[in-house]
């Protein structure tokens, strides 16, 4: 098991609501990124937050948001939620004192949106 | 951007036997490739990875294979388990945030 958590692990919304997912990324780790996997797909790169300012982003609209806060722990927020949203969302941390180039990633989140 | 592609939606193999996963990806100047495992209802789980200054490399059970010139990554488990069944994944790191793309995804099922 790695020590990246998520929550909650199952969630099921609306269309057109607004969702918040939470991350805690592995201690010593400063970076963590988010990825959508649809059912059957592979995980597809959101974007990434380091030390709380977002480094890189994915082919997502503006409605996908995220926040790191200053002890690593990350938020996505997804508004006006789509039936297409429905997947695992995943988040990855990395960056620690030992190999940089790892992502740990947690159990996941999964969306259901009717 | 980059691409990544599995040749085999699903493999099956007998128990004890080898098993070979491959992947083709697309940016020649990709440096970082891994494999990763996921079995239902839970996270990608690391399983080895490989530079790009590198050909080859070997774990416990397992060996990463990279041909740069045609772009190809390949992963070996030796005396395939029941506990491999799970669908594996390749990765390849490129762009501004280093990220992580992955291809589809091999089904791996180990016959008794």
């Known amino acids: 098991e790695t020590g990246v958590t998520q929550s909650p692990t199952h969630l099921i919304k609306t269309r057109g609501q607004q969702v918040t997912l939470r991350c805690s990324s592995q201690?010593?780790?400063?970076?963590v990124s988010w990825y959508q996997q649809a059912l059957g797909q592979g995980p597809q790169f959101i974007f990434q937050?380091?030390?709380?300012?977002?480094?890189g982003r994915g082919n997502f609209p503006p409605r996908f948001s995220g926040l790191q806060f200053p002890n690593y722990s990350s938020e996505l927020n997804v508004n006006a939620l789509e039936l297409d949203d429905s997947a695992l969302y995943l988040c990855?941390?990395?960056?620690?004192?030992?190999?940089?180039?790892?992502?740990?990633f947690g159990p996941g989140t999964r969306l259901t949106v009717t | 951007g980059e691409s990544v592609g599995l040749h085999l939606p699903t493999l099956s193999v007998q128990e004890g036997d080898n098993s070979i996963i491959n992947c083709a990806y697309s940016?020649?100047?990709?440096?970082?490739f891994i494999w990763y495992k996921q079995e239902s209802g839970k996270g990608p789980q690391f399983i080895i990875d490989?530079?790009?200054?590198?050909d080859k490399r070997q774990g416990q059970r397992v060996t990463v294979l990279l041909n740069k010139t045609v772009k190809h990554l390949s992963l070996q488990i030796a005396a395939t388990q029941p506990g491999d069944s799970a669908v594996y994944f390749c990765?390849?790191?490129?762009?501004?945030?280093?990220?992580?793309?992955f291809g589809s995804g091999t089904q791996l099922t180990v016959l008794p």
């Open positions: 201690s010593g780790h400063n970076t």
């Open positions: 940016n020649s100047a990709s440096d970082y």
């Open positions: 937050y380091y030390r709380e300012e977002e480094n």
């Open positions: 990855a941390s990395s960056g620690g004192t030992g190999s940089s180039y790892e992502q740990y």
């Open positions: 990765a390849v790191r490129s762009g501004s945030a280093r990220q992580l793309t």
């Open positions: 490989i530079r790009s200054n590198m």
